[in-house]
């Protein structure tokens, strides 16, 4: 038997059992193993993790793990301003989108509100998902950390929370996103783009008294859906303060 010491840090402590939070602990292996696997059969899956530090010296996944190792895993930072470089986090996607799994609709619809590109649909397979986010390079969202685990699964995150509006802003913060939020120029039901569209165009499919106090649309380019700033903009809006405001210490 080999016998590796291991410490966690930060958010990475939520997947483990309380005797093993923030504290080292010893584990062990039959044999020398695969760092990226044996963290997992830990349970954190690899794609929240960012640095992985092995007797004081950043290591890949692909790192064997030894009898008498002293391993160091942490989550990502905003901000690291000095230390080793990463061996195992992603090359940085060119768009930030997202995939999202079943469980997570309302997330989806917040995100979409706030002009993300956020795929959802409540019949995706896990197989549908991880193939979704690897082919279309997306960010897979997700609590079913066995479904994150997968290998072809690059970035990703567990949300933590069970609320819609705290799930918002963890995505958010997680991302750095606060500064990249854009109502209105996504639309909430089908996920493609709004583009404005004259008042005339439209003008059969609106209400009267909506014809009569706006002159401002945007049109689904995918579901052909109206959209203008009335009672749903200021919710929206309502919405944008609640999620970017600091989750509490």
């Not at 044996?38 to 960012?50: A, R, T, Y």
């Not at 079943?102 to 197989?127: I, P, S």
């Not at 958010?172 to 996103?177: D, K, M, T, W």
């Not at 606060?178 to 404005?196: F, G, S, V």
Request: with cysteine.
């Amino acid at each position: 038997m080999l016998q590796l010491i291991f410490r966690f840090y930060s958010e990475l402590n939520d997947f483990l059992p309380a005797d093993r939070k923030q504290v080292e602990f010893a584990h062990e292996i039959n044999e020398p193993a695969a760092i990226k696997d044996v963290i997992e059969s830990l349970g954190i899956p690899h794609p929240e993790v960012d640095l992985i530090l092995v007797n004081r010296e950043s290591v890949g996944f692909g790192y064997l793990a030894q009898d008498g190792d002293r391993i160091a895993v942490y989550p990502y930072f905003k901000q690291l301003d000095v230390g080793p470089i990463s061996l195992v986090r992603p090359h940085p996607l060119a768009t930030t989108r997202f995939v999202l799994d079943v469980h997570l609709g309302k997330l989806a619809t917040y995100l979409r509100l706030l002009g993300f590109d956020a795929l959802y649909r409540n019949d995706y397979e896990d197989g549908d998902l991880a193939h979704l986010a690897n082919r279309e390079q997306r960010i897979l969202l997700t609590q079913d950390r066995g479904l994150l685990k997968r290998s072809i699964v690059t970035h990703g995150y567990i949300v933590r929370s069970h609320v819609p509006e705290t799930q918002t802003r963890e995505v958010l913060e997680r991302f750095c996103l606060q500064n990249a939020i854009a109502p209105l120029e996504r639309c909430p039901r089908c996920n493609d783009t709004l583009l404005p569209v004259e008042k005339a165009e439209i003008a059969a499919q609106l209400p009267p008294l909506t014809r009569l106090h706006y002159d401002e649309f945007a049109r689904c380019q995918g579901c052909d859906q109206v959209y203008w700033k009335g009672a749903h903009h200021d919710r929206i809006q309502q919405l944008i303060n609640r999620v970017t405001q600091p989750t509490p210490p």
